[in-house]
């Protein structure tokens, strides 16, 4: 990435956050010579080694913003986390907490699979190591914890930061996640669509070594994703690592609040979750047994509850999960978060034609743009914050302990099926036409002194 001078009417681009979507859409800027940086508050990239998995759809996007970051994915260790020799390689979904069949204990009965192809599982930490890669000495500035967002009266965006310094762009856009400050700047510090909710839901993420799973799950299980469902919990596993380590993550529903909504972890151990798990399938007990002992506690919080009413407030935008966090019950909202990326580097490749036009106004140009980003993003992206919710509801129903409703119980996956659809087969290169031409059209309208108000729901059900 290189860091690229603006003209006079060509737009200069804050970005907050250096994760993963704060970093690829600063790639794809950088790749249509658009002036950016990226500030970020911890003192260097700080992601946790637990894994990731990006849909078909999301390295499409990849591909779009930039080809490098699919090379980036493939240089660290990514790798199908299903199958790809199956017709239905996707993600399978098998009983966790009951015994079938007396004569095999680690017979696990198939539920569900659901396919469309492409998955690939990696490592959060040595992704975005290798995206650094490709960025630019200077072009993320570390240490620099927000403070406030400020829209000067001179067209200027004013990033003012916990160290006393400040910077102005033309534009910011908050990749900073769930406890975004550029949120909580958009909305106010008393607005509840500043905060979000804890689920009562927690979280805990391990790597065990692949051999050691392969002991416990067998060779076919091990290399291919699976959800493990049960009252009130299911497991996930997928390899990564080049098919070195499995990727495991232990959902449990928690009906208590959430002690400390300021930090969303606390200290947790292996043995407090195999006691949550009592009684479930001996593979699942199995598994969780090759965990660390110590393990990170991690409270899932979303913005379902009170949802941005917006993304953009003129030249301010927000992205990822500082837009639209999700609890990961659908494993998608790092993938939505590139489809933001790829949308906002298209919108922003515009601005840059249309301000460097006779006459263009950039401060209109970049409204219109970010209006377009909310218009084209925001129905989509709260869905899935809200159907996230809801799968995980289905994953723990009390009913699979009961042998008389797993009919019931079981009728799950047809609606499961249908929303995994939804976000899997999602057409990236439509969205960017769509984009384009809704940006065409409200840049027009702004010419003529009118604006667009358009926030259809594209037939998403909540």
């Known amino acids: 990435m290189a860091i690229n001078v603006p003209g006079p009417a060509e737009p200069h681009i804050a970005i907050v956050g250096a994760g993963i979507v704060g970093v690829i859409l600063a790639l794809g800027l950088a790749r249509q010579k658009i002036s950016v940086r990226v500030y970020e508050q911890a003192a260097g990239f700080r992601e946790i080694g637990a894994g990731i998995a990006f849909s078909a759809c999301a390295r499409r996007c990849m591909e779009l913003v930039d080809p490098g970051i699919s090379e980036a994915l493939r240089r660290c260790g990514a790798v199908s986390v299903s199958d790809e020799d199956q017709e239905d390689d996707y993600l399978r ?11 095999d204990p680690t017979y696990q009965r198939p539920l569900a699979q659901i396919g469309g192809a492409g998955f690939r599982g990696c490592r959060r930490d040595q992704f975005l190591e290798e995206l650094a890669k490709d960025v630019a000495p200077g072009g993320i500035e570390f240490g620099k914890r927000l403070e ?3 829209q000067k009266e001179d067209g200027k965006v004013c990033l003012v930061f916990a160290d006393g310094t400040s910077a102005d762009a033309d534009a910011v856009i908050g990749c900073d996640g769930v406890k975004s400050r550029v949120r909580r700047s958009l909305f106010g ?13 927690v979280a805990y993420r391990g790597l065990v070594p692949l051999d050691r799973a392969i002991e416990v799950l067998g060779e076919w299980k091990a290399h291919n994703f699976h959800h493990h469902v049960g009252p009130g919990a299911h497991l996930t596993h997928y390899p990564v690592a080049n098919h070195t380590a499995l990727n495991v993550v232990v959902f449990l529903s928690d009906p208590e609040p959430w002690p400390d909504h300021s930090n969303m972890v606390a200290e947790g151990t292996r043995d407090e979750v195999a006691a949550a798990l009592g009684g479930w399938h001996p593979t699942v007990l199995g598994l969780v047994k090759l965990l660390p002992e110590k393990l990170v506690t991690w409270g899932l919080f979303d913005l379902g509850e009170f949802p941005a009413p917006k993304y953009n407030d003129g030249r301010v935008c927000i992205a990822g999960d500082a837009a639209h966090a999700s609890s990961p019950h659908h494993g998608a909202g790092a993938c939505l978060g ?7 580097s298209v919108l922003l490749g515009q601005v840059r034609a249309a301000a460097t036009a006779p006459g263009e106004s950039l401060g209109t140009a970049l409204a219109a743009a970010f209006e377009t980003f909310d218009s084209m993003r925001r129905p989509r992206t709260q869905w899935l914050v809200n159907s996230s919710r809801r799968v995980c509801d289905l994953y723990h129903q ?3 302990a009961d042998q008389r409703r797993w009919t019931k119980a079981e009728t799950c996956f047809e609606e499961i099926r249908d929303r995994s659809y939804k976000i899997w087969h999602f057409d990236a290169d439509d969205m960017v036409q769509q984009s384009v031409a809704e940006y065409k059209k409200r840049l027009l309208g702004k010419r003529n002194g009118f604006g667009r108000d358009v926030n259809e729901k594209h037939g998403y059900r909540l």
Not at 93 to 103: F, K, S, T
Not at 189 to 201: I, V
């Open 93 to 103: 979904w098998i009983d966790g907490y009951n015994q079938h069949r007396a004569d």
């Open 148 to 150: 406030t967002v400020e």
């Open 189 to 201: 510090a008393d607005n509840e669509a500043s905060y979000a909710q804890y689920t009562h839901k």
């Open 338 to 344: 590139v489809e933001d990326a790829l949308c906002l």
């Open 398 to 400: 009390s009913e699979w």
